[in-house]
């Protein structure tokens, strides 16, 4: 039988009591994986275990996608009423946002999020997010079709069947919420990946699923690692559409799996280096601060992280004097993601620790200069300090790759055309974002950047309802706002003879 985890917070920011199941949910059940394994889950803040989940295989992939083809077939898809799909999402907001506190502090223990960014950013927009795609479920709709007097033509938008879904550690219950939220509104069964570093708030919110009374198979997690359950879902032969966030390498390997297998659909959000333009017109005071939350935030471990910062040369000694003070500030409230003040906690994993660290040196062996941080922070756990590179060159790694940690370059530019050609120096697509109070010139310079979104005047400020997504390799296909539904479902074209005789 699969084991349960408890674990008692005692913290300034939060106290109770959450359990979890650690096995896989299958069919509505919790189960043990076919072949024995588990995963250590690891506390970021001390680098010391939480608890162990089961680790699937391709086997309990096959066992998942079939139970949910039953679903599909049996007990959801278009059996089911949009409006009573509406209810049931509408339902998982209303006890998410019941457990807020409990779902809040879950990510703060396993992400390492500071625990009042996490329940005032990635949980209240999750329960955003259910309650956008309730709103949807009974508004899934074709068109009629003017053809000529002897024919009726229509459309139906129908539900895939059996999607994949693979999920990222850096937001692991938003992401959670942009997959399932218009997946289910449109009728779809789902089979999901958690990160194998960060399962915890999806094992738990297994549970909501339950309580919420979507009928068995509906909703499946496997947890495991990407090499296996991952590579099985992408693999697939009955799985018809993968969503996968995560790294553009991985979503190579996910766009040859399906092209070997049965060209199921795919929808890719993956990596990011994206600009950050700053205007010497812009609000300064106002820019700094959003550029400081647009690489800051979630410890850098964003995909749409502003990682490169051009600065206009009449106000660039400003803005960097000013910008380091908030850098040093966050270096400075460093620490427990449940402490009284802490702005900045850790990195994910000793992994991710490190591959930070490895691009920091990599900074500094190519002769940028670190203006501040470009060190660990304390001795336990996976703290970096918010680094600051500056005399940096467009060859540098650091200036190129996606690091996914608090380290920005800040750049001097002099000229309008400059900035766009250099921002637009890149493989990646994801975003951008402008500051100026000439907004034409914002809107302008929007337009021109090369990326799925555009923020002017603020940074990595999405909305549930605007879409989301990449240019060039940082993805395929839009989630969130209308257009995730039609990644969801398939057009089809119905021709009735109304008078033509043969």
Same mark, same amino acid.
């Given at each position: 039988?699969?084991?349960?985890?408890t674990?008692?917070?005692?913290?300034?920011?939060?106290?109770?009591?959450?359990?979890?199941?650690?096995g896989?949910?299958?069919?509505g059940?919790?189960?043990?994986?076919?072949?024995p394994?588990?995963?250590?889950?690891?506390?970021?803040?001390?680098?010391?275990?939480?608890?162990?989940?089961?680790?699937?295989?391709?086997?309990?992939?096959?066992i998942?996608?079939?139970?949910?083809?039953?679903?599909?077939?049996?007990s959801?898809?278009?059996?089911?009423?949009?409006t009573?799909?509406?209810?049931?999402?509408?339902?998982?907001?209303e006890l998410?946002?019941?457990?807020?506190?409990?779902?809040?502090?879950?990510?703060?223990?396993?992400?390492?999020?500071?625990?009042?960014?996490?329940?005032?950013?990635?949980?209240?927009?999750?329960?955003?997010?259910?309650?956008?795609?309730?709103?949807?479920?009974?508004k899934?709709?074709g068109?009629t079709?003017?053809?000529?007097e002897?024919?009726?033509?229509?459309?139906?938008?129908?539900?895939?069947?059996?999607?994949?879904?693979?999920i990222?550690?850096?937001?692991?219950?938003?992401?959670?919420?942009?997959?399932? =939220?218009?997946?289910l509104?449109?009728?779809?069964?789902?089979?999901?990946?958690?990160?194998e570093?960060?399962?915890?708030?999806a094992?738990r919110?297994?549970?909501?699923?339950?309580?919420?009374?979507?009928?068995?198979?509906?909703?499946?997690?496997?947890? =495991?690692?990407?090499?296996?359950?991952?590579?099985?879902i992408?693999?697939?032969?009955?799985i018809?559409k993968?969503?996968?966030?995560?790294?553009?390498?991985?979503?190579?390997?996910?766009?040859?799996?399906?092209?070997?297998?049965?060209?199921?659909?795919?929808?890719?959000?993956?990596?990011?280096?994206?600009?950050?333009?700053?205007?010497?017109?812009?609000?300064?005071?106002?820019a700094?601060?959003?550029?400081?939350?647009g690489?800051?935030?979630?410890?850098?471990?964003?995909?749409?992280?502003?990682?490169?910062?051009?600065?206009?040369?009449?106000?660039?000694?400003?803005?960097?004097?000013?910008?380091?003070?908030?850098?040093?500030s966050l270096?400075?409230?460093?620490?427990?993601?449940?402490?009284?003040?802490?702005?900045?906690?850790?990195?994910?994993?000793?992994?991710q620790?490190?591959r930070?660290?490895?691009?920091?040196?990599? =900074?500094?062996?190519?002769?940028?200069?670190?203006?501040?941080? =470009?060190?660990?922070?304390?001795?336990?756990g996976y703290?970096?300090?918010?680094?600051i590179?500056?005399?940096?060159?467009?060859?540098?790694?650091?200036?190129?790759?996606?690091?996914f940690?608090p380290?920005?370059?800040?750049?001097?530019?002099?000229?309008?055309?400059?900035v766009?050609?250099?921002?637009n120096?890149?493989?990646?697509?994801?975003?951008?974002?402008?500051?100026?109070?000439?907004?034409?010139?914002?809107?302008?310079?929007?337009?021109?950047?090369e990326?799925?979104?555009?923020?002017?005047?603020?940074?990595?400020?999405?909305?549930?309802?605007?879409?989301?997504?990449?240019?060039?390799?940082?993805?395929?296909?839009?989630?969130?706002?209308?257009?995730?539904?039609?990644?969801?479902?398939?057009?089809k074209?119905?021709?009735?003879?109304?008078?033509?005789?043969?």
């Amino acid at each position: 039988m699969p084991g349960t985890f408890t674990h008692n917070f005692d913290t300034p920011a939060f106290k109770g009591i959450s359990t979890i199941h650690t096995g896989l949910f299958i069919g509505g059940k919790w189960i043990d994986p076919v072949e024995p394994a588990t995963i250590d889950v690891i506390n970021p803040a001390t680098g010391k275990v939480i608890t162990a989940v089961a680790a699937g295989s391709a086997k309990d992939v096959d066992i998942a996608v079939d139970v949910a083809k039953k679903a599909y077939k049996t007990s959801w898809g278009l059996k089911v009423p949009g409006t009573t799909r509406g209810k049931l999402l509408y339902k998982l907001a209303e006890l998410l946002e019941r457990d807020i506190d409990e779902f809040t502090a879950l990510e703060s223990l396993n992400v390492g999020k500071v625990y009042a960014n996490a329940k005032a950013g990635d949980l209240r927009a999750s329960i955003d997010v259910f309650r956008y795609y309730a709103g949807w479920a009974d508004k899934i709709q074709g068109k009629t079709i003017e053809t000529n007097e002897n024919k009726l033509a229509y459309t139906r938008h129908e539900p895939y069947g059996v999607v994949g879904q693979i999920i990222p550690w850096n937001f692991p219950l938003m992401m959670l919420s942009w997959k399932f =939220g218009p997946a289910l509104a449109t009728g779809n069964t789902i089979v999901l990946k958690p990160s194998e570093i960060t399962p915890l708030t999806a094992l738990r919110f297994a549970d909501l699923v339950t309580e919420a009374g979507f009928p068995p198979g509906v909703v499946n997690i496997v947890n =495991g690692y990407g090499s296996t359950v991952g590579q099985a879902i992408s693999e697939h032969e009955l799985i018809e559409k993968i969503a996968f966030t995560g790294s553009t390498l991985v979503g190579r390997k996910i766009l040859k799996a399906s092209s070997e297998s049965n060209l199921k659909v795919v929808t890719l959000e993956l990596g990011g280096k994206s600009p950050t333009v700053i205007f010497d017109d812009a609000d300064l005071e106002q820019a700094i601060k959003w550029a400081a939350y647009g690489i800051f935030t979630n410890m850098g471990q964003s995909c749409t992280a502003g990682s490169r910062i051009f600065v206009q040369e009449g106000i660039y000694d400003e803005f960097l004097a000013k910008f380091t003070a908030i850098a040093k500030s966050l270096a400075a409230a460093t620490g427990d993601p449940f402490g009284i003040g802490t702005k900045h906690g850790p990195q994910v994993s000793q992994v991710q620790f490190d591959r930070v660290m490895s691009y920091i040196e990599s =900074g500094k062996q190519d002769g940028a200069t670190v203006h501040t941080g =470009g060190a660990r922070h304390g001795e336990e756990g996976y703290f970096i300090q918010p680094t600051i590179f500056t005399n940096v060159k467009p060859e540098m790694k650091i200036v190129r790759e996606e690091i996914f940690g608090p380290v920005g370059v800040v750049v001097k530019f002099k000229t309008e055309e400059e900035v766009i050609e250099a921002a637009n120096n890149t493989m990646y697509g994801l975003a951008c974002h402008i500051f100026s109070q000439n907004i034409s010139r914002a809107l302008r310079v929007a337009h021109s950047l090369e990326a799925g979104s555009a923020w002017v005047n603020c940074a990595q400020s999405t909305d549930k309802a605007v879409p989301f997504g990449g240019f060039k390799q940082s993805g395929i296909g839009r989630e969130l706002g209308e257009y995730a539904l039609d990644t969801y479902t398939q057009v089809k074209g119905v021709h009735v003879n109304i008078g033509q005789k043969l």
